[in-house]
Nanobody, 126 residues
Framework: QVQLVESGGGSVQVGSSLTLSCAASGFTYKHYYMAWFRQAPGKEREGVASVDTQNTTAYADSIKGRFTISQDNAKNTLYLHMNNLKPEDTAMYYC????????????????????WGQGTQVTVSS
């Protein structure tokens, strides 16, 4: 069955770095576009970063220049490299997958994704 398993979250200080990983299985990874979403307490889930099957990336304005999304197709693994973390980055981070192609303008919208992981918590304290 399809599985997306996130790891790498934790509690860190402001200005720290973390790398999240998402191990995918149960589907043909190279045919899917992938993304990271996050949800803070009391807030809606928001798209953070995405990468499509052509390795084209998209980022939310709030994290541009600090976060980088990457993937290793040989390992079926998605990454989110997060630098200069801020308290407002505190959230549960989710990995998501969608099949085929999607308009770049929709890559950070939840509706385009069919598979979701359980999430990994990132807490940034000052």
């Amino acid at each position: 069955q399809v599985q997306l398993v996130e790891s790498g979250g934790g509690s860190v200080q402001v200005g720290s770095s973390l790398t999240l990983s998402c191990a995918a299985s149960g589907f043909t990874y190279k045919h899917y576009y992938m993304a990271w979403f996050r949800q803070a307490p009391g807030k809606e889930r928001e798209g953070v970063a995405s990468v499509d099957t052509q390795n084209t990336t998209a980022y939310a304005d709030s994290i541009k220049g600090r976060f980088t999304i990457s993937q290793d197709n040989a390992k079926n693994t998605l990454y989110l490299h997060m630098n200069n973390l801020k308290p407002e980055d505190t959230a549960m981070y989710y990995c998501a997958a969608g099949e085929g192609r999607l308009s770049r303008s929709l890559l950070l919208h939840q509706s385009g994704y069919i598979y979701w992981g359980q999430g990994t918590q990132v807490t940034v304290s000052s």
